[in-house]
């Protein structure tokens, strides 16, 4: 759940509502794309390193 709440943090991902986060739910195609995207857009100004280890 830390790497989780990382992501959050840095602004990648949100709930699925404003009090749900579905943790234990399968990521679809369409929340995947958007981390992804989310990713990208927020690389130049990230705060951490997207793969700390390679």
């Known amino acids: ?26 990521t679809t195609r369409a929340q995947m794309a958007t981390i992804l995207k989310r990713s990208i857009d927020t690389r130049k100004t990230a705060k951490f390193e997207l793969c700390p280890n390679g």
């Open 1 to 26: 759940m830390a790497a989780a709440s990382e992501a959050v943090s840095a602004g990648l991902m949100k709930g699925v509502t404003d009090d749900l986060f579905a943790q234990n739910e399968l």
